[in-house]
């Protein structure tokens, strides 16, 4: 037999052949285009899901104004593919998230031409202001898709760098109408990884105070230099629609490569409130200490010949924020102050200060946390503080009464809205507290339960032009509320009876308003509906309204005071139970506890003058321990007439512990006979 020349199975064998290199190339195709276009996906999608994650972090940054707490974001710097059977995957992808220019004092803002008033202007006088900050990088390495932009955080705003160009995916939150926020990136960050990182972004200072500030000239407008990759001319759309924004132009600067020095300049003619915050992320974080020294109200107290206040200065670091835990130093030229005191959580340091007896005139009161202010003072330093008093005539009291009290006369009118009727109301207060008083919560319930809308239902800023304004003759308020739509017209308001937490409610809020000693303010309530009629507002007049009024004054004790106000065409007084509510015009207390010995006790001396334009009802004492919230005395002495003083003693029941350090706040109310109410409280320790 001859198999030499046997040709047969050779079909079988080059098929076998051709089909192994049919799937050698499937694979190697699979292998080379579609593995990779898959990868890209997972790439992209990553790169899509790091973007929301950075706007997270972004969010955590600008939310830090206002005294918030430490944030923890994550964000999945890399990613890895889907397991395969055959085909290979590369290593997974890293990601990089690192700060860039927080250790470089070229990258920074800085504020120019902004003038305070008071013992602030001693900071803020106009000078050059400048804070280093940083921006915050997300990088990403991928294996496929090349081309993934790099991801800033600069300056509340958040964009990714595409070699093409920018796209801008969070907006800027440095200029908003007339409040400027500004927020110092500190610390250094440096993370590579294929996983998820936590991020810790801390408030270093961070408090709600803020500072007015104006230009001092209309030559000399208030200036914000940034430190920015952005140019000039995306800085300019980003701020179109701010009207208070004159320009945006680029400056020349030394600013590291890749930057570049942006300038806004606002309008000049404007009160400006500027909040500045400092946050932290990663290492080598830097806290602030102590920069100067302000009084927490304006110049200008009244005291009694003989009788007590308390005076308030404040802490703060170069940010404007409260530095707790510093002793300050006070003297006076004539009368007794007590001689230091500790800044407490709110950078607050408050003096016991006594007039003298038989000496009128002007006083002034020195305050240092550097040096003794009874030598060599400078009162123009920003460590020192001088406060000028004003002492008068002797009297009855402690001193540190007053009211923050509605005059009674109540006015309806048609605020700018498309209705004729006068839905909206002006009720006017007037402080006649020693100080400047801030206003913080504001209850509202009309009489007539039908009534249960508060809309405004115009555009813009200004009295009548949101749902709560008070026009204060020192800073004023507003809460513009977006949490009610009803009817065909689709208003934005809200619903009555409500209580109004000017600081924090609204879509819109203004901050708390303030009110000068001796000055008025304009509480305006914009307008008045039924939900079952949108078409047309309630005719206010004659109708009568409840309303509360909270605040506090420069010590930081909390007052209420309580009225009724029916509101008139003309404001000619609004009927009888809106008539001015009773004043507190003295309360002091005087510690009596016993301490040593048997029995122990906590007691108080109260002193307390009260008056009213008609007839006083009734008053009320009461002493609360801080600790329990339990009242444990209270007295009702008797009252009548349009005044009445008096001495009450309030005292806990007796002890086995010594009460020394124990705190109690000691209550007073006054109500006349048409219902109108007022309250104070002090805080006391033993």
């Known amino acids: 037999m001859r198999f030499r020349d046997d040709e047969r199975g050779q079909s079988v064998q080059i098929g076998a052949v051709l089909l192994f290199a049919t799937l050698i190339i499937a694979f190697s195709s699979y292998q080379a285009f579609v593995v990779p276009q898959q990868n890209q996906a997972v790439e992209f999608d990553h790169n899509q899901q790091v973007h929301g994650e950075l706007q997270d972090l ?51 803002f800085s504020i120019r031409n902004a003038t305070a008033t008071g013992e602030t202007g001693d900071v803020w006088d106009g000078s050059l202001r400048s804070y280093d900050t940083g921006v915050v990088n997300y990088d990403p390495s991928y294996n496929v898709y090349q081309g993934a932009p790099l991801s800033v955080y600069e300056h509340s705003v958040l964009y990714n760098e595409f070699r093409s160009g920018t796209i801008v995916t969070a907006d800027q939150t440095v200029v908003d109408g007339r409040t400027i926020s500004l927020v110092a990136v500190n610390g250094s960050l440096e993370r590579t990884s294929t996983g998820a990182t936590s991020v810790d972004v801390r408030p270093v200072s961070s408090s709600q105070e803020t500072v007015l500030v104006e230009a001092p000239d209309d030559d000399s407008p208030v200036t914000i230099n ?52 400092k946050v932290g992320v990663g290492t080598r974080v830097t806290s602030e200490g102590p920069d100067y020294l302000t009084d927490v109200e304006d110049d200008g107290t009244s005291v009694q010949q003989g009788q007590n206040t308390t005076l308030v200065v404040q802490v703060r670091d170069r940010v404007d924020n409260p530095v707790s835990g510093v002793e300050v130093n006070a003297s006076a030229e004539s009368g007794s102050v007590s001689p230091t005191a500790d800044s407490d959580e709110e950078g607050r340091a408050a003096f016991d200060y006594r ?39 002797s009297g009855s009291g402690g001193g540190v009464g007053g009211s923050l009290a509605y005059d009674g006369n109540g006015v309806a009118f048609d605020g700018p809205d498309s209705n004729d009727a006068p839905g909206a ?18 209850e509202i319930e009309p009489a007539d339960g039908a009534i249960d809308i508060l809309a405004d239902r115009v555009g813009g800023s200004g009295p009548a032009r949101h749902e709560v304004y008070v026009d204060a003759d020192a800073a004023d308020g507003y809460v513009d509320f977006s949490d009610l739509t009803f009817g065909s017209n689709s208003a934005d308001g809200t619903t009555v009876p409500r209580e109004v937490n000017l600081n924090l409610d609204g879509r819109l809020n203004d901050g708390d308003p303030r009110v000068s000693s001796g000055g008025t303010a304009t509480l305006i309530l914009s307008e008045f509906f039924t939900d079952t009629d949108d078409a047309a507002n309630v005719d206010m007049t004659g109708r009568s309204l409840d309303v509360v009024v909270s605040y506090r004054t420069a010590t930081g004790r909390a007052y209420q005071t309580a009225f009724t106000a029916t509101p008139t065409a003309d404001g000619d007084g609004g009927g009888g139970s809106s008539n001015q509510a009773p004043s507190i015009d003295a309360f002091q207390t005087t510690d009596t506890s016993q301490t040593g010995g048997n029995p122990k006790y906590a007691q108080f001396d109260v002193d307390w003058a009260v008056s009213d334009d008609s007839d006083l009802a009734s008053l009320e004492l009461t002493m609360t321990r801080v600790s329990t919230g339990i009242q444990v005395d209270s007295a009702t002495p008797a009252v009548s007439g349009t005044s009445a003083s008096g001495t009450t003693t309030l005292r806990e029941p007796d002890q086995s512990s010594n009460p020394s350090g124990q705190q109690y706040d000691i209550t007073i109310t006054v109500t006349d006979g048409d219902g109108a109410t007022t309250t104070q409280t002090q805080r006391v320790t033993v």
């Open 58 to 108: 972004r969010n955590a940054i600008v939310s830090m104004p206002g005294g918030a707490s430490t944030t923890a974001t994550s964000v999945t710097l890399g990613t890895t593919y889907p397991s395969r059977a055959v085909a290979q995957n590369p290593g997974p992808a890293s990601g990089s998230l690192r700060t860039q220019g927080t250790g470089d004092e070229r990258v920074a």
């Open 226 to 277: 940034l430190t920015s990759r952005l140019p000039a001319a995306r800085w300019e759309s980003l701020l179109d629609g701010e009207t208070h924004v004159r320009s945006v132009t680029e400056q020349p600067s030394d600013a590291p490569d890749g930057f570049r020095t942006v300038r806004i300049t606002l309008d000049p003619g404007e009160t400006y409130r500027l909040q500045l915050t």
């Open 355 to 393: 007039a003298p007896s038989g000496e009128s005139g002007t006083v002034d009161v020195n305050f240092s946390y550097v040096v003794d202010p009874g030598a060599d003072f400078d009162a123009a330093a920003p460590e020192n503080v001088t406060t000028t008093l004003t002492v008068s005539g």
């Open 425 to 442: 109301v002006a009720l006017t207060l007037e402080n006649t507290h020693g100080s400047t008083v801030t206003v913080t919560d504001i």
